[in-house]
């Protein structure tokens, strides 16, 4: 299995149908073709083909699972991305370089990489089914990234 066929990027209940055609776009600039977007809600497919440029395909071949836990399910590891932390959000986050280095030691099964919603990002629970988090350093004054953008870095290292 190529290293990079192994990786699958879950969206949990995404808001936008342009951020998850933006998704698309950064997943395949970085070879990433395995999605899976929660929460059963109907996305306007115009917007996802338009913001995914070239790149549609891989919400054509996504997983449509109605949960997390669904999503999860047959993942070697998984990790959550946060940019909050405490005591019911895991102790403590990895790097994205970090991330990178424990996912290659997994030479077989898939691991997941989850992406909360636009607006609330993962809650505890949903953080709670990954097996550790993952945050990407900012500026305290605003760190919040877009979701596209949170990807695109992670599926970069």
């Not at 449509?64 to 070697?76: H, Q």
């Amino acid at each position: 299995m190529n290293s990079l066929d192994s990786i699958k990027i879950i969206l949990v209940n995404p808001n936008s149908s342009g951020n998850i055609g933006a998704v698309c776009r950064a997943m395949k600039t970085m070879g990433i073709k395995k999605l899976a977007v929660t929460g059963g809600t109907e996305y306007d497919e115009k917007e996802i083909r338009y913001r995914s440029v070239h790149a549609f395909e891989i919400y054509e071949n996504a997983e449509r699972p109605s949960s997390l836990k669904e999503a999860l399910a047959g993942t070697v590891y998984s990790a959550g991305t946060t940019r909050r932390k405490g005591a019911k959000r895991k102790y403590h986050s990895i790097l994205p370089e970090d991330l990178a280095e424990r996912i290659s030691r997994y030479t077989e099964g898939i691991s997941a990489v989850v992406f909360g919603n636009e607006e609330h990002g993962l809650t505890s629970q949903e953080l709670a089914l990954c097996s550790e988090a993952v945050n990407i350093p900012s500026s305290p004054e605003f760190p919040s990234l877009n979701l596209s953008h949170s990807v695109q870095v992670i599926t970069y290292t």
